[in-house]
T-cell receptor, first 113, second 113 residues
Framework: GESVGLHLPTLSVQEGDNSIINCAYS??????FIWYKQESGKGPQFIID?????DKRQGQRVTVLLNKTVKHLSLQIAATQPGDSAVYFC????????????FGTGTKLQVIP | DAMVIQNPRYQVTQFGKPVTLSCSQT?????MYWYQQKSSQAPKLLFH???????NEADTPDNFQSRRPNTSFCFLDIRSPGLGDAAMYLC????????????FGSGTRLTVV
C-alpha cells in the first residue's frame, strides 16, 4: 500500500476569523510564487500568484505577501469560511531554463464552525 | 468548460503489472506535467512535455514513462508497479513556460496490491 506520509502542519481557525498561512522558500532566484488550495481527493487549485518584483498582491478575500529578504511567503484569508478548509501549498518557480514549479510543504487549514 | 480530465479516478493494479494512466485537456496548452503525490506530501514532479519535447526529472525512476501522442492527450505508464508507487498521480497543464499557474486534473489514485 501507500507509504505513511508526513503529518502536515495544521492551522485551526474559527469561522469568520482571518487565517494566515506561512511558507518559507529555498531558492533566492525564484521569480514567481503561487498558492494552491487542495481539497480532499481533488487536484490543487490555483488561488493567487505574485511575481518577485512585488511584495503584496490582493485577490478576493485573499492576500499574498512576499518578503524576499527572509525568503518568506504568506497567504492571508479574510473572514475564513468552512469551504476554505483544505491543504494549502505554496509553490515557487525559477524562470531560468524550463518552467519548473517546486511545491513547498502543505499546511492543513481547519475551519471551526 | 475547458479543463484537464484524468481517467480513471481510481485504479487498482497488481504488483508488477503494467498500468497506464491518462490525461486529456481542452485548454490547448503547450505544456503537460505529471506529478506524484503521496499522502500528506507535496506533489513531486516526474516529468513534463513542452509540446513534443519530453523532459524527465533527474530522480524519476526508469519505471515511469510518458507518452504524448498529440496536444490533448498525455499518458503515464508504470512498467512494473511496486507497493511504493501507490499514490495520487496528478496531471497539470500550462500555456507556456513563462510564469502562470497550472491547471490540475482531479488526479488518479493508484493502489498496488
Amino acid at each position: 500500500g501507500e507509504s505513511v506520509g508526513l503529518h502536515l502542519p495544521t492551522l485551526s481557525v474559527q469561522e469568520g476569523d482571518n487565517s494566515i498561512i506561512n511558507c518559507a522558500y529555498s531558492n533566492s532566484a525564484s521569480d514567481y510564487f503561487i498558492w494552491y488550495k487542495q481539497e480532499s481527493g481533488k487536484g490543487p487549485q490555483f488561488i493567487i500568484d505574485i511575481r518577485s518584483n512585488m511584495d503584496k498582491r490582493q485577490g478576493q478575500r485573499v492576500t499574498v505577501l512576499l518578503n524576499k529578504t527572509v525568503k518568506h511567503l504568506s497567504l492571508q484569508i479574510a473572514a475564513t469560511q468552512p469551504g476554505d478548509s483544505a491543504v494549502y501549498f505554496c509553490a515557487e518557480e525559477d524562470f531560468g531554463g524550463y518552467q519548473k514549479v517546486t511545491f513547498g510543504t502543505g499546511t492543513k487549514l481547519q475551519v471551526i464552525p | 468548460d475547458a479543463m484537464v480530465i484524468q481517467n480513471p479516478r481510481y485504479q487498482v493494479t497488481q504488483f508488477g503489472k503494467p498500468v497506464t494512466l491518462s490525461c486529456s485537456q481542452t485548454l490547448n496548452h503547450n505544456v503537460m506535467y505529471w506529478y506524484q503525490q503521496k499522502s500528506s506530501q507535496a506533489p513531486k514532479l516526474l516529468f513534463h512535455y513542452y509540446d513534443k519535447d519530453f523532459n524527465n526529472e533527474a530522480d524519476t525512476p526508469d519505471n515511469f514513462q510518458s507518452r504524448r501522442p498529440n496536444t490533448s492527450f498525455c499518458f503515464l505508464d508504470i512498467r512494473s508497479p511496486g507497493l511504493g508507487d501507490a499514490a495520487m498521480y496528478l496531471c497539470a497543464t500550462s500555456r507556456d513556460r513563462t510564469g502562470g499557474g497550472y491547471t490540475f486534473g482531479s488526479g488518479t489514485r493508484l493502489t498496488v496490491v
